[in-house]
């Protein structure tokens, strides 16, 4: 029920793939069922920060099994995750972040990816997701 | 005027029976009168993200003396608390944090109670704190 | 492969019943395969500074699958690990910190305990240990 | 003068290599000049705590573009610079942290790994670095 270093891998590739594609450059982060790093890139001349949001955007995915972007509509002002970005050593609710699942629909890890867009971003995470 | 381990586990216990009766998965965390860990318990398949989120609740429930979500009203864009979550390594302000009194009315604790609607994370955190 | 609540409140159990035994007052943790926390729990007038001490024993024995006093071995000066205590967020490298296996010998998560002399934070680490 | 990721990522696969050639499951990263993650590739069942400890090995070599066991040698008690692992966020000074020179001998990153024995970190760093 985990994600394996060669499955994480495909899923780098494919969203590599997908950024090339659509002419960006991108941070690309998986996390084990853990919300552990397992593989990571960045691909030249991607922004430095989007290193961590990559990464956080991948296990805020799996700490709460949904996409990053659903969190961020919660936690605007006045909604009823607002700030919850505080836990966990620092969350990234905006999109870019998708859970990843086996065959059995059960999530073994995910994706998230950081260096465009966010729509960009969550194009790119989609890519690597359903390339397992 | 602390709370003990068996008050705590017993708290834990009740938490418990009430998110298995509206079928949710908690994370369940009770501090003592310093705010310090007392007793935790993450039921099987309860959102990973919900741990840290759970112990700040119960901290944050007892730092201010009221329930984490009176505190969120407070610390909206243009409260008299905005941001006040950047304090204490990070407060969790939605609610689902409750002080634990004693048969005095004396504040003893906190339980704070996180993994699924934050309505639902208080009704659990309310069972907890009124089994003492 | 992952220790249950159910497992790791037997396992609390056991050690609390030995720490009673040998006359001590323990702060007891349980991770799961992910090094996450899964139970816990501070017996009544045990050492507020074993609280983190207990939890990064039990960490630290999950992400080296080995007892922690064996890591300190190699940890001290000159030896080959001198210093990995500042990986990870700060590990606890003396004893007190025990692997978990299930039936078939996986490891399933970890025990860690403090409050007293080392030697009897282990034995307390391996009486929850092996009630699993 | 900076690695590119087609570059970290033949290092990653010329250390996969050695670490499966000598029978171990590693943790490796590549930082650039900058210090700063490249690529990422943790093999399945490697120790979950030399995830933080592969990346702390590389951005350490980098630091000081010297291999970590050399500064591990300096840290040691009564040594010129005795505890600089309090610097930088954690340093790791044991072996297992190689800078990476492209063809006119420039430092170009440098990477990091760990998982098994010291010695065994070391070969499998070399592996990655002399591939480039």
């Given at each position: ?23 960006t ?16 890139a960045r ?19 799996r700490?709460?099994?949904?996409n990053?972007?659903?969190?961020g509509?919660?936690?605007q ?7 919850i ?24 890890g ?8 966010v ?13 397992i």
């Amino acid at each position: 029920m985990n994600i394996t270093l060669e499955q994480a891998e495909k899923a780098i590739t494919a969203a590599k793939k997908k950024a090339v594609a659509i002419d960006t450059k991108m941070n690309i982060a998986i996390v084990d069922a853990g919300a552990n790093l397992v593989a990571f890139a960045r691909m030249d001349g991607a922004w430095l920060g989007s290193l961590d949001i990559s990464i956080k955007k991948a296990k805020t995915a799996r700490f709460f099994d949904m996409n990053t972007g659903v969190v961020g509509e919660l936690s605007q002002p006045g909604g009823s995750l607002y700030n919850i970005e505080h836990s966990n050593n620092g969350l990234i609710t905006f999109p870019g972040g998708i859970p990843i699942k086996n065959s059995k629909d059960e999530i073994i890890g995910a994706i998230g990816v950081s260096g465009s867009a966010v729509e960009n971003d969550h194009a790119v995470a989609e890519a690597g997701a359903s390339s397992i």
